[in-house]
């Protein structure tokens, strides 16, 4: 009761703020102007909405997902909206939480819903309900999906729907392929060819244009170099004071895509924690993605999961699960001054604060790589294949299992 109590106020809390600062909900309307010309035949990558002109960036997959928004109103939509992300929070929470192998009182109804309520107020969490995104129902997908065990029917093949609406979550597919589960990854493969193969039935001039022309327009996403851009590029642009840096980017991108994949499959080949193998997936392609906004990090909700289950038996860790959580919650990228073309000015100490997802994702990738710099199992031991936060079960006598894993 005290746990529904509290969800209840944090809502509330929502919408007391809205009333007195009226949330933009700009992406929301653009998902309804796409399903509007999905429906109707109009011209999906002509239109602008809002008065940010924000054109449509999304596959026509997603357009023709987005139909029945056009059922409801805006201002209904908008509410609609807010109620299923704070939803999928809840559910994202309870899949990071069997992800990370918590179980009894953490994994708990009251838990989730004493989560959900602070995870709210989360800087990633709340940018997604101020401009009505995808990005917790996308995350609980692929969550979801690669949760699964191995040799789950179809596993793959929803990160592949993932894929279709949005582009960055195809990196999923290279990470079953370099950890060993090929049809997994070619399931994922499929998945994503079967949205593009539905968006060209019923969009197929739409189709033509997105794939041979719009999907290289990055710029049409939006400005690379301002704060609320929390990629590789969004830091070394600010960084440098250049707003194209060019291969000063891309090599970097190429550097941190290998060593991002190479630690996701380290740690799932050395350690057999799948949940840590994905984790280090999707912050790599938050890093290496052209640009990604700040409500794309909601990634942060299974990391902090995943974080507490270790901090059990690892006092230390829970001095790290605080650090984490701050970050993600200080907001400091919007509280330094960045009007007009300050986010370019920066001073060297305040680069941290303008990138803090940024710096945070390379800090876990480099952790996670020196982490498993050795092998922690025999050599040639089997991994447990599809056990999220899983591991192998003990190699040698009274080797210990870690907190928040189970044995296969």
Request: glycine content about 10%; some cysteine.
């Amino acid at each position: 009761m005290i746990a529904a109590a509290l969800l209840v106020a944090s809502l509330a809390g929502l919408w007391l703020l809205y009333q007195v600062m009226p949330m933009p909900m700009s992406d929301i309307a653009v998902y309804r102007a796409e399903g509007q010309a999905a429906r109707d035949g109009g011209d999906l990558y002509g239109f602008t909405v809002t008065k940010w002109a924000l054109p449509a960036t999304y596959p026509p997959f997603a357009a023709v997902l987005f139909i029945p928004t056009t059922w409801l109103s805006l201002g209904h939509l908008i509410v609609v909206g807010a109620l299923v992300n704070a939803a999928l929070l809840a559910l994202l929470i309870h899949l990071s939480c069997k992800a990370a192998g918590l179980r009894g009182a953490a994994g708990s109804a009251p838990a989730v819903l004493v989560c959900t309520a602070l995870g709210l107020w989360l800087e990633p969490v709340f940018q997604t309900l101020v401009f009505g995104q995808v990005n917790l129902a996308l995350t609980c997908l692929v969550l979801w999906d690669l949760s699964r065990p191995d040799g789950a029917r179809l596993k793959g093949f929803a990160t592949g729907i993932a894929a279709g609406i949005k582009l960055t979550p195809a990196l999923f597919g290279l990470y079953l392929l370099v950890t060993g589960r090929v049809k997994a990854a070619f399931t994922v493969l499929g998945g994503f060819l079967a949205s593009a193969l539905l968006g060209w039935l019923v969009l197929p001039d739409a189709s033509v244009e997105f794939w041979t022309r719009r999907m290289f327009e990055t710029g049409r996403v939006g400005t690379a170099w301002i704060v609320d851009n929390q990629s590789l590029q969004g830091l070394i642009s600010r960084v440098l004071h250049d707003p194209e840096p060019g291969l000063l980017w891309a090599v970097p991108a190429l550097l941190t895509a290998a060593a991002g994949l190479c630690a996701a499959r380290r740690v799932y080949l050395r350690r057999g924690l799948d949940g840590w193998g994905v984790l280090c997936t999707a912050v790599t392609a938050l890093l290496v993605s052209p640009i990604s906004w700040s409500h794309h990090w909601v990634w942060c909700v299974p990391l902090l999961a995943a974080l507490a289950a270790r901090t059990r038996r690892r006092p230390w860790c829970r001095a790290l699960l605080a650090a984490v959580t701050l970050a993600f919650a200080a907001r400091t990228m919007w509280i330094i001054p960045h009007t007009g073309d300050l986010d370019l000015r920066f001073a060297w100490w305040q680069q941290p604060f303008a990138a803090p997802y940024p710096v945070l994702g390379l800090a876990l990738l480099a952790a996670v790589v020196w982490w498993t710099r050795r092998p922690a199992a025999a050599p040639g031991a089997p991994v447990a294949a599809g056990v999220p936060g899983g591991r192998l079960p003990a190699q040698r006598a009274g080797e210990e299992l870690p907190s928040g894993s189970r044995a296969r």
